[in-house]
């Protein structure tokens, strides 16, 4: 089946600016996951779902940054007021089940904010 | 602090040799580990995955081994081919207060030359 999609492939925003990031996850997970990629570093924890429990949200670096996760499927990370510091490949992963599951990545969304 | 260092940071072979790729990490208490390959503009993708009881894990021409008691792990790659050139990434989970968490490596970009 078809795997987990992001879209768009690549944004370019202006600074201040405000972002949606768009995840499909794999049919059927009920996992989902978002990650931040900054060049040269690991990949950062953002914010996790899991069926219809509540959000963990320890990883998101300020309160610019927001998820939801619309019928247990479809997930949108929005940044408020971009800075350049955000500039980065946003990862998107999904698992059948909860963590202990084998996660299924996307091929990213390279934002890049001048 | 859990952490998960990998070295070398980038390496350069030529196809058809083999090489061994580290991964160092003071994550605790330990769950498991596991080894992603990142092609240029993909999501990572798994390789294998190891509990604290297994030390070594073959998937084709990967082979992993973990040494839970000096807390290192390697990735043997044989035979290389063009298509290994992407970055590796380690990643070490743990639980927390019943929830698992993971700490990523930044990662070896390796690249291999016909």
């Known amino acids: 089946g078809a795997g987990v999609s992001q879209s768009p492939s690549n944004k370019v925003t202006e600074k201040g600016k405000d972002v949606e990031l768009r995840c499909d996850p794999i049919s059927g997970h009920t996992a989902l996951y978002w990650y931040r990629q900054s060049l040269g570093q690991g990949l950062e924890f953002l914010i996790y779902?899991?069926?219809?429990?509540?959000?963990?949200k320890s990883g998101l670096p300020s309160d610019r940054f927001s998820a939801e996760r619309t019928g247990g499927s479809v997930s949108t990370l929005t940044i408020q007021r971009t800075q350049q510091e955000d500039s980065a490949v946003y990862l998107c992963?999904?698992?059948?089940?909860?963590?202990?599951?084998?996660?299924?990545f996307g091929p990213g969304t390279r934002l890049t904010v001048t | 602090k859990n952490q998960v260092e990998q070295s070398p940071q980038s390496l350069i072979i030529l196809e058809g040799k083999n090489c061994t790729l580290q991964c160092n990490y003071t994550v605790s208490p330990f769950s498991n580990l596991r080894w992603y390959k990142q092609d240029t503009g993909r999501g990572p993708v798994s390789l294998t995955i190891m509990t604290f009881s297994e030390n070594t894990k073959s998937n084709g021409r990967y082979t992993a081994t973990l040494d839970a008691d000096t807390k290192q792990s390697s990735l043997h790659i044989t035979a290389s081919q063009l298509s290994d050139s992407a970055s590796y990434i380690c990643?070490?989970?743990?639980?927390?207060?019943?929830?698992?968490?993971?700490?990523f490596g930044t990662g070896t970009r390796l690249k291999v030359l016909a």
């Open positions: 992963a999904s698992s059948l089940g909860d963590r202990s599951y084998e996660q299924y």
């Open positions: 779902f899991q069926g219809n429990s509540a959000p963990d």
């Open positions: 990643v070490v989970s743990y639980l927390l207060s019943g929830t698992y968490k993971y700490i």
